[in-house]
């Protein structure tokens, strides 16, 4: 049977872009792509490039008074949103065009529109057009997911909060983790009285609990209005801003009100089912190791899976695809010790088991350390750092690294590699530090705080 493509692939995000890519410019396959909104997924257009760039700019309030205390003569009146966004919305079409210029250049055709499964071998586009494709690649990725109560259609999320005409003065950030979290800060950051409901005990959860204390405890520090065990019940429009009534009785009016309670597949409508493609309970298309459905033409990668939900998984997802079925390369994702950082201030760097993980697994020692780090120490700061180690009391191993302070995702790049690499306690002993450093406590812990 002849097809129109080798391969079509359904989402422009950065797993279907790299699997698209590879498998047209390195792999010589005929490659069709089709994204609905704007090419470079979630990640790019209303993720993580643009979160990090909020981050950038609710910190520099922050830099400006430290900078008063180190000698600078200079003024800070305020945050200008208007500005700011005007500079992110071209930063994000220059990013869009960059991912089409790659897909072009490797020979990708690309089609604007959404596309749908119609059977293992043909999918149609938005506007009636069948494709025909030998291998169909689902990277449609996730979407926020939003509770239905009573005023639930007045809330935004993660993907509107970019898109907002003016910053308000007083916000509700719903959720827990580290979405929520992170943009509770950023907000907080930008002048913004900002709070955040969580229905459990502590934010962060799944994240190392002395970690999760620490950082909750510097957010109150810096103003931002942590509520646990609190939820919505009820949400109404009250003049220009919205009416909250949570789970406790109590009532309060904000600007804006946004949910961050988890993201779910978005597959809603793709077809996968009646072209039988076993799915799961959160509507993730299930797949096996090399990313291959229940139909073996079709494939899935990135947050579609629900295996683990980050930028980097996605991009070696779509690549192993690629090579796999297209380079003659049989090969897997690595889903194991994936080092990650989530954007709140303080910043938080992990990698491996948290302490109760660990506990869990067998004897262990746990090496910490709290210290004030230099640079806002002489600024009259409180801050502080928080540094962890866990290792395995048999083997010696540094089981997990987990680091809270000022650019705590560079850091645990580097701390990465050593425990991909089964590293020891040993090991971090025998590295010299790099002095005057925050990172050099990773490897001057000498006697642990703890065994269990």
Known sequence: ????????????????????????????????????????????????????????????????????????????????????????????DRLEGAYRNTLRNAGVQTFDQRATVVDPHTVAL??????????????????????????????????????????????????????????????????????????????????????????????????????????????????????????????????????????????????????????????????????????????AVGDVTDRIALTPIAIREGHAFADTVFGGQKRTADWELVPSAVFTQPEFGTVGLSEEEAAAKGAIEVYTTAFRPMQTLFAGRQDRVFMKLVVSAQTRVVLGCHIVAPHAGEMIQLAGVAVKMGATKEDFDRTVAVHPSMSEELVTLRKPTRKT
């Open 1 to 92: 049977m002849t097809f129109d493509y080798d391969l079509f692939v359904i989402g422009g995000g950065s797993g279907g872009v790299r699997a698209a890519r590879v498998a047209a410019g390195d792999h010589g396959a005929k490659v069709g792509l089709a994204e609905e909104f704007r090419m470079g997924g979630t990640c790019v257009i209303r993720g993580c490039v643009p979160k990090k760039l909020m981050v950038f700019a609710s910190e520099y309030g922050g830099m400006a008074e430290d900078a008063q205390a180190y000698g600078w003569d200079l003024e800070v009146k305020g945050f200008d949103w208007t500005r700011f966004h005007a500079g992110l919305e071209k930063e994000l």
């Open 126 to 299: 938005a506007d009636g057009t069948r494709i025909t494709a030998k291998h169909i690649l689902i990277a449609v990725g996730g979407r926020p997911f939003v509770p239905e109560f009573e005023g639930s259609e007045h809330v935004i999320t993660s993907n509107e909060i970019f898109h907002m005409k003016a910053l308000p003065k007083k916000a509700l950030i719903v959720g827990g983790g580290y979405i929520a979290s992170e943009f509770a800060c950023i907000l907080n950051g930008m002048g913004v009285d900002t709070h955040q409901y969580y229905r459990g005990n502590q934010i962060l959860r799944g994240f190392d609990d002395e970690c999760r204390n620490h950082i909750a405890t510097h957010m109150q520090a810096h103003g931002v209005h942590i509520h646990t065990g609190r939820d919505i019940v009820r949400l109404e429009k009250d003049g220009e801003g919205l009416l909250a009534t949570a789970t406790d009785g109590s009532t309060d009016r904000f600007d804006i009100v946004m949910y961050a309670t988890g993201r779910v597949p978005n597959t809603e409508g793709l077809g996968l089912a009646d072209a039988g493609v076993k799915m799961g309970l959160k509507g993730e298309v299930v797949v096996d190791d090399y990313s291959q459905t229940s139909v073996p033409s079709i494939f």
